[in-house]
């Protein structure tokens, strides 16, 4: 069972609020993921870092941003949430051991 | 560009009948193939995944997979779904030149079963 949490998982929250999911893998993976899934469409990946200090962003532009100081923890930030920051994002880590990405549960976002 | 096919929005099924999800890449070198699934409220969870080798695999939940070089697929089959099973599935690949953890998905076939 993989141990990779993200918090909150429901927020609604209004326009121009600056907001922060939390992302924790407790398993001491190097690369990190965050994915953002809209209802009915395809993940894309907007973040990524494979190790402390180390952040890129993905194929997906986003105006959201993330930093790794330690390990375990990959938060992603948005300064000013918009509507069109409504969607889920999931976060994710991967083990080369057995090459397989691990997902949280996701933390469904909506701006009012 | 690399890109996922999955030709199915919505399936629906007997409970007990044979399923197959169908998914087509585009690739040219020799894929890393994965299929996920995902149920409601829920993150995705790994079900199988092909890098090199036997190009029929096995995965968890009696879900198996063939990849075929030829026609460019990777298709997903049970011989016999249960309730539990309706969930939404996503296939996906290896980006070309990003690390394994860098996947193009497709937009998902969602499975209902009926009783």
């Known amino acids: 069972e993989a141990d990779i949490y993200q918090t909150p998982r429901y927020l609604v929250i209004g326009t121009g609020k600056k907001i922060t999911l939390e992302c924790s893998q407790t398993?001491?993976?190097?690369?990190m993921y965050w994915y953002q899934q809209d209802p009915g469409m395809e993940l894309h990946l907007i973040h990524y870092s494979y190790g402390v200090n180390s952040t890129e962003k993905g194929d997906l532009s986003s105006e959201s941003t993330v930093s790794r100081i330690r390990t375990e923890h990959f938060p992603l930030t948005l300064e000013s949430a918009r509507p069109s920051h409504t969607s889920q994002y999931l976060c994710a880590s991967w083990t080369g051991n057995t090459g397989e990405l691990f997902f949280g549960e996701g933390s469904r976002l909506t701006v009012l | 560009a690399q890109s996922v096919t999955q030709p199915d929005i919505h399936i629906t099924v007997s409970e007990g009948a044979s399923l197959e999800l169908r998914c087509n890449y585009s690739?040219?070198?020799?894929?890393?193939l994965f299929w996920y699934v995902q149920s409601p409220g829920q993150g995705l969870q790994l079900l199988l995944k092909y890098f090199s080798g036997d190009t029929l695999v096995q995965g968890i939940k009696g879900f198996e997979a063939e990849f075929k070089r030829s026609q460019s697929s990777f298709n997903l089959r049970k011989p016999s779904v249960h309730w539990s099973d309706a969930a939404e599935y996503f296939c996906a690949v290896v980006q070309a030149g990003g690390s394994q953890g860098n996947l193009i998905f497709g937009k998902g076939t969602k499975l209902s079963v009926k009783p």
């Open positions: 398993m001491g993976h190097d690369k």
């Open positions: 690739y040219g070198a020799t894929p890393y």
